[in-house]
């Protein structure tokens, strides 16, 4: 059963069980492994799959157990519209929406979806971009209580991200200290393929990219904003969507949390070409890592 819409979801997940086994088959399967030791030869299944039993180890565990649900009092049906949600609308969902859709507290909903796009972030392709690459930097929100400075270039106080998209494939985000060389550059060697052909604009903090990136071109805004195939329009239209996302639904993310907010809408974006039920299972997929709430609260939380 294709997963389209809300009425979809609620049909095919309809209980507690339905959902628990639809999460071992997606993480494991269908063969159950133990989340403690890994073995997966002879595990007891103890009420139906509530709790398994490790012929080896002899310990036991949940299937959230090592997941974005261990430790969570929400029933898995729950979390899985909350997944579905976010996965599927375009510009995201508050969760102050997700409350109110879901019937949970606001604080419930919120650390639900900091869950979720932790996933993301612990779960980013590593492979290089390659092809035609644009690059591009934007400004979001303040990182300080320092006001907007005309002579600063308007960016003074202001959290720095930088974005590298595929001509037609991936986009990766990366929040950077400022705009200067090293910073810029040390993460396109770091995220772009040395063969690739990237396209910059005129800011000179990319000249040193040019022993590294032959193939570098560059549009100079102040004369055109495209040149046939050199500009950087795809890039600055995700630039769009995203700001309208974090400034139309969420209004004010903090500057530790901009980074997980960024990977959520690179997410989609990676994803664009996949139906909403592909996507809610590649979601699910990524399961396997979670983040308890003193750490994603504390001071020291990115």
């Not at 000179?204 to 100079?220: E, G, Q, S, T, W």
């Amino acid at each position: 059963m294709e997963l389209t819409n809300l009425l979809s979801v609620a049909e095919k997940f309809s209980d507690e069980k339905v959902c628990r086994d639809y999460l071992i088959q997606a993480r494991w399967n269908g063969k159950v492994k133990c989340a403690h030791c890994g073995y997966d030869e002879k595990i007891y299944w103890i009420n139906e799959g509530k709790l398994f039993k490790c012929a080896k180890c002899k310990k036991q565990f949940t299937v959230k157990l090592g997941t974005m649900f261990e430790d969570s009092a929400i029933p898995l049906r729950k979390w899985f519209f909350a997944i579905f949600i976010l996965s599927s609308h375009k510009k995201g969902i508050s969760s102050l929406q997700l409350s109110r859709d879901i019937k949970v507290t606001q604080k419930t909903a919120w650390f639900m979806l900091q869950r979720i796009r932790y996933v993301l972030e612990t779960k980013t392709e590593n492979n290089k971009l390659k092809g035609f690459v644009e690059v591009d930097e934007a400004f979001f929100g303040w990182k300080s209580k320092e006001h907007y400075l005309r002579n600063s270039g308007g960016f003074k106080g202001k959290n720095v991200l930088l974005g590298m998209m595929e001509r037609g494939g991936r986009i990766k985000t990366v929040m950077v200290e400022d705009i200067k060389s090293q910073s810029l550059c040390e993460q396109v060697r770091k995220h772009v393929d040395n063969d690739s052909m990237i396209v910059t604009d005129a800011n000179h903090a990319y000249k040193d990219l040019d022993k590294d990136y032959p193939l570098r071109f560059v549009i100079n805004h102040q004369e055109a904003h495209a040149k046939g195939e050199i500009h950087i329009q795809t890039l600055e239209s995700f630039w769009g969507m995203l700001k309208r996302g974090i400034y139309g639904i969420y209004h004010s993310v903090s500057t530790k949390h901009l980074d997980k907010y960024c990977n959520e809408f690179s997410f989609r974006y990676n994803t664009r070409k996949r139906n909403d039920s592909d996507r809610f299972l590649g979601l699910l997929n990524r399961c396997n890592s979670k983040i308890q709430y003193k750490t994603l609260i504390g001071e020291n939380a990115k």
